[in-house]
C-alpha cells in the first residue's frame, strides 16, 4: 500500500479483536509518534501505555466518549510538559502532531485506533492527571485506543475544493 493510501484509508476504529498488541509493536508505534515535527524540535511529549484493565474501566468511568477500551488491547494517553514546550501553548500542536503520527503507524502495522479528546476540557485534564499521578508540569491531551481491528470502514469522501483558497480568501484555488 502506497503512503497516501495509508492517510487516506485511515479511521476511527471502536471495535477491536481479543488480540493483544506485543510490545515490540507498542514500541514500533511510539517511535513513530516521537518522530514528530515539534516547535523547535523540543518534542515535549510524554507518552503513558496502559494495559490493565482496572485502569481501562476507570477511564471509561470519567471519559463519556472512551467506551472502545472495552475491547481494546491498549491505550496510550499522550501528555505535553509545559517546562519542556517552545513557549506558551506550543505544547498541543506538538502532542497534535505527535498524535497523529501514533494513528498512522498504527494503522500502517494493521491496527486500529481510536483519537479521544481530553484537552482542553479541564473536567477531562484533572481526572486523566490524578488517574496517572501525572507530575503537574505535565499535561494529559489525548487518549488513543488501540487493537486488533473488528471492523472495516470504506474511505469517504473528505476532499473539499471549496475550503482551498489561492492568495486570500476571495479566490479559490481550484478553478471551475
Known sequence: MK???????RRSIRRYSDQKIDDKTIKTILTAAMYAPSAVNLQPWHFVV???WPIMERIMEIHPHARMLRTA????VVCG????????????VDCGAATQNLLLAAHALGLGSCWVGIHPREERKIAFSRLLSLPSHVLPFALVALGYPEEQKARPERFHPDKVKHNGWDTSFFQE
Open 73 to 76: 488491547s491498549h491505550a496510550v
Open 3 to 9: 503512503m497516501i493510501d495509508h492517510i487516506l484509508d
Open 81 to 92: 510538559d509545559l517546562e519542556l514546550q517552545h513557549d506558551d501553548g506550543y505544547w498541543v
Open 50 to 52: 496502559i494495559d490493565q
